[in-house]
């Protein structure tokens, strides 16, 4: 539970962080602003001025890669394995439709078991120290392309032992659980993997 919270914590942040633009504010009274809001003209307009960020301890990491060209590598990702019958469908469906099929696994993966999906998404892989272990992560985006709007464990003898963060992956597996401190957590067990 702690690492589901965790991965829906950084979804949030990025949420927060993609939906922080604001409306210019004016001015308080007696103060001047810069003729415009553009870079160069600021620059020049106060040659020796230099802006300083603070330090943070937040590592946020973001795909390389613009919107387009991973819609283009998951649907690439996602032909090599569409040959393999699936219980559970995801392919061709809308980013609603994906998000609520993941919502209802996780919510009650027991009338899940044992079936097979076939799922495309992103690649991202988190550590936790109590357990000292890795664990992958395949995350969907929701319809705008900038928030992770669900994500699910996975583990197999098919996938690579080395995949770089926000890779685009597609996956067919069994949905199963395991138990860990006490709290039983839904992964798929990848029986087919393509990147």
């Not at 993609?18 to 106060?46: F, H, K, L, M, R």
């Not at 992958?136 to 699910?152: H, S």
Request: with cysteine.
């Amino acid at each position: 539970m702690k690492k589901l919270i965790a991965i829906l914590l950084a979804g949030i942040l990025v949420f927060s962080l993609c939906a922080c633009g604001g409306q210019n504010q004016p001015e308080p009274a007696g103060t001047t602003a810069p003729p415009s809001n553009n870079v160069d003209d600021i620059s020049t307009t106060n040659p020796g001025t230099s802006i300083s960020v603070p330090e943070t301890s937040v590592d946020i990491t973001t795909s390389s890669l613009a919107v387009s060209e991973n819609v283009e590598q998951q649907e690439a990702a996602a032909a090599k394995l569409a040959d393999y019958k699936v219980d559970i469908d995801l392919e061709g469906l809308n980013k609603n439709m994906i998000t609520a099929q993941m919502t209802a696994i996780s919510q009650d993966p027991s009338s899940y078991l044992g079936k097979t999906i076939r799922v495309t998404g992103v690649y991202d892989q988190t550590y936790y120290e109590p357990t000292d272990k890795y664990y992958n992560y395949v995350l969907g985006y929701d319809e705008t392309g900038c928030c992770a709007a669900w994500g699910i464990e996975f583990y197999g003898d098919e996938v690579p032992e080395k995949i770089d963060p926000w890779t685009s992956i597609s996956m067919v597996g069994t949905i199963s659980t395991y138990d860990e401190e006490g709290i039983a957590y839904t992964f798929i067990d990848v029986s087919h993997f393509a990147m």
